[in-house]
């Protein structure tokens, strides 16, 4: 028997007003069926948003430390359930146990992290220019806050965005990625159970033209946060009219290995941040930019690990590299090898489909001698492929590094403050790792990127900041009329 997920509206888990459905298969495993998820639409959100509408007035006026509580239990629940969320994890996106673990880890974290924001939400005090006034800011909630995730990280990425809108009192209507409902509706589920008020969360699974658009278009929703492809965030900045809106969108993330670097913990940070995830993170380290001194060395230490790395399925404790996503995501994958071949980068290892697996796998793939604008190292291919290209010094590194229209993370292997220190203030990427991978961040820190990455930092402090009216306050005591800019 199929199970059977529904829709979170109003507090109450229905069907989708049209009665469609779908299924999502497992991708190491299409036979697999994992479950039929509705498809909701254009009427399922709007009455998502009637209800997240109706929640706001109470919620936005709990207390913060109030509402902390909520996200506590929620943090003690995904504790507790940390091994039975990896595990429906791994079977809707492929990634192995090992890597669903710290996703949900993510998730745990990012509640006690926000829970605890929930005392310090303030704002500041300043002096004003007037006898006897004072000034001072406040943040306030915003509203219906509409939240759109992808598949990468079924559940962290989602807790992120609501943990956050909730905390600073808005309500929320997520809408998660089509081909990871199950973590969604499950994290869901647990704000429910820890006794969310009707209405302040709202889950609409289905496509993201109907359900996300609306999200976007309607003027309810005063804020999106959105992660994704850097197409879908453009159109979403097109179409979504005064409102605020945050995009976390791609990246092409360069880790530089200079002369002087520990070439053996280069290659782990590769091996981690280029194959973890099946190379399916915004994060992915898909560029080495390697030192002509060393590359030949290096080269040859990560080849033979890349060889070892093992494909298979996920639940498998023996697996480095899991499928990936979808169908699509395998054929994109393919096409881009073909087209690193064609642009004559040198294939090393990897490069195919294996033949003698039925899921969506693709071998761990190593191109060298690339070039910068060959198109495989300058496109996202969001799979386990990792192109080198060398470099003549640390400058020439840095243009190449610099070169893409991302900018989201970044890395450099050396043993020299100097190189370490001009990396940081030249690599234009929000994120810049010094001797270790690009993927890796904390939640108590600012994450995002620059460029073409997108518009906006999550988690830490800055959490707040998305989802927050910055409100400024003048309080005159004086008694008096004092006019602003005289005397
Ligand atoms: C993403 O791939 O969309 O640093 C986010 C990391 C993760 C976040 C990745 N914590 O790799």
Redesign the pocket.
């Known amino acids: 028997m199929v199970s059977k997920f529904k829709l979170f509206i109003d507090g109450e888990w229905i069907t989708a007003e049209n009665g469609e459905t779908y299924q999502r298969v497992n991708p190491a495993d299409p036979e697999d069926v994992l479950g039929e998820f509705q498809k909701g639409n254009k009427q399922d959100t709007e009455k998502a948003i009637e209800a997240a509408q109706f929640a706001f007035e109470d919620w936005s006026e709990t207390p913060a430390p109030k509402r902390a509580k909520y996200l506590i239990k929620v943090a003690q629940f995904l504790t507790e359930q940390q091994d039975v969320l990896a595990r429906y994890m791994t079977r809707e996106m492929g990634k192995t146990l090992r890597d669903s673990c710290a996703d949900v880890q ?1 998730a745990i974290d990012l509640a006690y992290y926000a829970a605890a924001e929930g005392k310090r939400l303030g704002g500041y005090t300043v002096p004003s220019e007037k006898h006897k006034k004072f000034a001072m800011t406040l943040r306030l909630p915003i509203g219906v806050a509409g939240l759109i995730s ?1 598949w ?2 079924p559940l ?2 989602p807790a992120r965005k609501l943990f956050y809108a909730l905390i600073c009192g808005n309500t929320t209507v997520l809408k998660p990625a089509s081909d990871t409902p199950i973590c969604a509706t499950k994290l869901v589920e647990l704000l429910d159970k820890a006794g969310i008020p009707k209405g302040v969360v709202n889950l609409v699974t289905g496509p993201g033209e109907s359900v996300g658009m609306t999200l976007v278009k309607d003027k309810r929703v005063p804020v999106v946060s959105f ?1 994704g492809h850097k197409d879908t965030g453009a159109t979403i900045l097109q179409e979504a009219g005064v409102k605020r809106v945050h995009l ?1 969108l791609g990246g092409k993330n360069p880790v530089i290995v200079m002369d002087d670097a520990d070439l053996k913990l280069a290659v782990d940070g590769v091996l981690w941040g280029g194959y973890e ?1 099946s190379g ?5 380290a898909s560029r080495v930019i390697v030192h002509e001194k060393v590359k030949k060395n290096f080269e040859k230490m990560l080849l033979e690990k890349v060889r070892r790395l093992k494909l298979g399925n996920g639940l498998d404790s023996k697996t480095d590299v899991g499928p990936l996503v979808n169908e699509a995501a395998q054929k994109k994958v393919a096409k881009y090898v073909e087209i690193g071949k064609t642009e004559g980068a040198k294939l090393l290892t990897g490069g195919s489909v294996p033949s003698n697996m039925k899921g969506w796998f693709f071998e761990p793939t190593l191109f060298t001698d690339c070039t910068r604008f060959m198109r495989i190292a300058q496109e996202e291919i969001f799979g386990p492929v990792v192109s080198l290209l060398p470099a003549l010094d640390l400058s020439d590194a840095l243009n190449i590094a610099n070169c893409v229209e991302y900018g989201l ?1 970044s890395s450099i292997y050396t043993r020299s403050i100097k190189n370490a220190i001009v990396a940081v203030n030249k690599l234009q990427t929000g ?1 810049t790792y010094i001797n270790s991978s ?4 904390e939640v108590q820190l600012p ?1 995002g990127g620059a460029k073409q990455s997108g518009n906006t930092r999550e988690d830490g402090p800055e959490g707040v900041r998305q989802f927050t009216e910055l409100k400024t306050i003048y309080i005159d005591y004086s008694g008096k009329l004092q006019k602003a800019f005289t005397d």
Request: hydrophobic letters at 35%; charged letters at 15%; one cysteine or more.
């Open positions: 993510e992808p990468n990280f962290a990425i992660t976390e995830t399916q993170r915004c994060t992915a993370s994120l690009t993927i890796g961040s994450f």
